[in-house]
Nanobody, 123 residues
């Protein structure tokens, strides 16, 4: 059973930075993309960034390219999302998630979810 536990959310002013962490366990293969989804108030949950367990390739939503960086520490079974130059539009609940390879990085494809961590960016 895949388990994902997020941490690192908080309240930050516009222009600031946060680093989210996701500790994972229970993977039986490398055939997954692990990454982050975001759900802003009143909006649908959407994919933000992902990284392949198999080869380390990454993907970013256009609106976060150049500001967010996803990375892994395999020895610690941990995925990170470094978020810089934050804006109020980045506010929402951030969820760590696992998606089997061969699927779009969308909520319908997710096999396992973390519990979510709140990020609030003030103006």
């Amino acid at each position: 059973e895949i388990q994902l536990v997020e941490s690192g959310g908080g309240l930050v002013p516009a222009g600031g930075s946060l680093r989210l962490s996701c500790v994972s366990s229970g993977f039986s293969s490398v055939d997954y993309v692990i990454g982050w989804f975001r759900q802003a108030p009143g909006n649908e949950r959407e994919g933000i960034s992902g990284i392949s367990k198999k080869d380390g390739s990454t993907w970013y939503k256009d609106s976060v390219k150049g500001r967010f960086t996803i990375s892994t520490d395999n020895a610690k079974n941990t995925i990170y999302l470094q978020m810089n130059s934050l804006t109020p539009e980045d506010t929402g609940v951030y969820y760590c998630a696992a998606v089997p390879v061969g699927n779009y990085f969308s909520p319908r494809s997710v096999s396992s979810w973390g519990q979510g961590t709140q990020v609030t960016v003030s103006s």
